[in-house]
């Protein structure tokens, strides 16, 4: 079974801290995705890698950042956390244009 | 940009009944998917339909895919409480890599 693990289940932060999410795969997958999922918008993409060092912007990418460094891990990275930033964030890997394995998601609360 | 948008919003039945969810999109799609989510955890794949296909099952779901309305239905068939959860449509786009999910329609059913 492919494995999406994140870091955290639940993140506090405070307005103006830089803060990290992790999430790795297991399968070897080439693409990697980040989202934010808030009540009633659905999932919206904030970034995805197709490729080890490589990245593209996805929806909503400002005051966001990305980093993948090695092909199972890709990093979400909050320069300076924001209240409006409080969301589940959702990492996700696959290795087509098709289907896709999802991690449990992040609850980042910002306060 | 929401693509994907799922119709009813939310869907109260009982154990037993079928459900059905649509979704809309907008433009030329590769693939449609339809994805579901429990409560506070990540999202698991259900089923894929591509663009040439009219209809598909798998279990108790099926899906049917209209291109000419741009229009997705998911059935679910004797529906059990276990199948209380979000579902989201998503659609991949011709090019490359990105999946846009819609809102999702939060099911419900009553044991």
């Known amino acids: 079974d492919v494995k999406v693990t994140q870091s955290s289940r639940y993140l506090v932060k405070r307005t103006g801290e830089k803060v990290f999410l992790e999430c790795v795969q297991d399968?070897?997958?080439?693409?990697m995705f980040w989202y934010r999922q808030d009540p009633g918008l659905g999932l919206r993409l904030i970034y995805f890698s197709y490729d080890v060092k490589m990245k593209e912007k996805g929806d909503i990418p400002e005051g966001y950042s990305v980093s993948r460094e090695k092909k199972e891990r890709f990093s979400l990275i909050l320069e300076s956390a924001s209240t409006n930033q409080t969301s589940m964030y959702l990492c996700a890997s696959s290795q087509t244009r098709y289907e896709q394995y999802f991690g449990p998601g992040t609850r980042l609360t910002v306060t | 940009s929401q693509q994907g948008e799922e119709d009813p919003q939310a869907l109260s039945i009982q154990e037993g009944e079928n459900a059905t969810m649509n979704c809309s999109y907008k433009t030329s799609i590769n693939n449609l998917q339809w994805y579901r989510q429990n409560s506070g955890r990540g999202l698991v794949h259900l089923i894929l339909i591509r663009s040439n296909e009219r209809e598909k099952h798998s279990g108790r779901l099926r899906v049917t895919l209209d291109t000419s309305k741009k229009s997705s239905s998911l059935l679910i068939t004797a529906s059990r409480a276990a199948d209380t959860a979000s579902y989201f449509c998503?659609?991949?786009?011709?090019?490359?890599?990105?999946?846009?999910f819609g809102a999702g329609t939060r099911l419900f059913v009553k044991a």
């Open positions: 998503a659609t991949a786009d011709t090019g490359g890599f990105k999946t846009i």
């Open positions: 399968m070897d997958h080439e693409n």
